[in-house]
């Protein structure tokens, strides 16, 4: 019974996932506009920041990693005594 409901809730998921990336999709952005290349000039200016970003991430993942270091030099110190 397990094992089906597994699959279930898999196959949900990945449908869910297809119909989600369909309904997101950009529009066209058109013809030429009196000259300009054809679409215009990126959406948003394209000069999106991502350093900062990145360097988010990375102190996110370092933090959840001595946090899993230390949780399990605590559950090692629980066994020993």
Do not use: C, H, V, W
């Not at 119909?19 to 300009?36: E, H, K, R, W, Y």
């Not at 215009?40 to 991502?50: M, N």
């Not at 991430?57 to 030099?73: C, H, P, Q, S, T």
């Amino acid at each position: 019974m397990k094992k089906r409901f597994r699959i279930l809730i898999i196959s949900l998921a990945f449908a869910m996932i297809g119909i989600t990336t369909g309904t997101m999709a950009q529009p066209s952005p058109g013809g030429n506009a009196g000259g300009l290349e054809p679409g215009g000039p990126p959406i948003g200016g394209g000069t999106a920041p991502i350093g900062s970003g990145i360097t988010l991430l990375l102190l996110m993942a370092a933090g959840y990693g001595i946090k899993r270091n230390f949780d399990a030099k605590n559950k090692l110190e629980d066994l020993d005594s």
